[in-house]
């Protein structure tokens, strides 16, 4: 993987996206970027930002180093971001990956879309920036262009970084950038996070709590608006159904959707709770 600086002027994929600063290009692969004028051309370039690393527990099972990319092995990734529609202000609204970071196998495949938030260090920590962005099996977190640095339309310096994904629950760094182009490693027991008990660890490696099928900010598998009964709504009630798609019920990111049976859903939902009768709740660490 190289990463080629653009000289100067306005430039563009061949999907139309923007590009700013330099383009990544990933092994054995190829990227066009052209010049361009028109009325897009004097749009502001979003300068700064933070390189992210993190996993996913739900496409974690310990078996190797690497993630599943199971849904983009399957056709399930969503071409465009999925986070407008379920009601996050981003901004890269509407962005579409690159066919070639679709291509990519191996520990460069992507997993999943996610989002990349920047916070002002302040009683709310409020949000700043948010940026949809794909996961790859290794955990690098890229552009919808394949850059590793992602970029706000404002620098990063003295900001908080958080990540979420739509059925996992966020977790947030508490050490203040220092650069617009620092890395932040979820990965890493070492790293800072808000709360207590804010990833799972997997493996050695720190991972996002996978199960908030609803998108609540808790997992939980008994009660009022619990997530499993999520599950069973989305397979029609019937616990040996099987659904197949991109649905935030599937909680292992398997592309299958199953309440019983090897590798369910249910499961998954039960093991974060961590309680043998599922009574327990999994609050978000998020402020």
């Known amino acids: 993987s190289q990463s080629f600086n653009l000289p100067e ?11 700013s600063g330099s383009i990544q290009v990933p092994p054995f692969s190829s990227r066009v970027a052209y010049r361009f004028d028109g009325p897009d051309c004097g ?13 996913l527990g739900g496409a974690l099972d ?3 180093a690497l993630m599943r990319d ?23 609204a509407g962005v579409s990956v690159s066919s070639s970071v679709m291509q990519a196998t191996g520990a460069t495949a992507v997993v999943d879309w996610v989002l990349v938030q920047l916070h002002e260090n302040n009683s709310g920590y ?14 690098k977190v890229i552009t919808p262009t394949g850059n590793e640095l992602i970029a706000f339309n404002g620098s990063a310096i003295g900001k908080l970084v958080s990540v979420r994904h739509r059925n996992h629950l966020g977790v947030m760094c508490t050490a203040l950038l220092t650069s617009d182009d620092e890395l932040v490693d979820f990965t890493q027991y070492t790293t800072p996070t808000f709360g207590s008990n804010a990833s799972t660890i997997i493996d050695g490696r720190m991972a996002l709590w996978p199960g908030d099928v609803s998108n609540s900010g808790e997992v939980k598998y008994t009660g ?17 159904n099987i659904v197949v798609g991109y ?19 249910r499961e998954v939902i039960l093991l974060t709770v961590g309680s043998q009768f599922g009574t327990a709740i999994r609050p978000e660490a998020m402020p």
């Open 9 to 19: 002027g306005c430039w563009k994929d061949i999907d139309g996206n923007v590009l």
């Open 43 to 55: 749009v502001v370039v979003p300068t700064g930002g933070v390189r992210v690393k993190m996993l």
């Open 70 to 92: 199971d849904l983009r092995s399957q056709g399930l990734v969503p071409s465009s971001e999925p986070y407008s529609s379920m009601g996050y202000t981003v901004e890269n």
């Open 62 to 64: 310990g078996s190797d």
């Open 126 to 139: 409020t949000v700043t920036g948010r940026r949809a962005a794909l996961v790859l099996r290794n955990g």
């Open 224 to 240: 009022a608006g619990n997530d499993r009964d999520d599950i069973l709504q989305l397979i029609g009630m019937e616990p040996t």
């Open 247 to 265: 649905h935030a019920e599937d909680t292992n990111l398997s592309g299958f959707v199953s309440y019983t049976g090897p590798n369910n859903d």
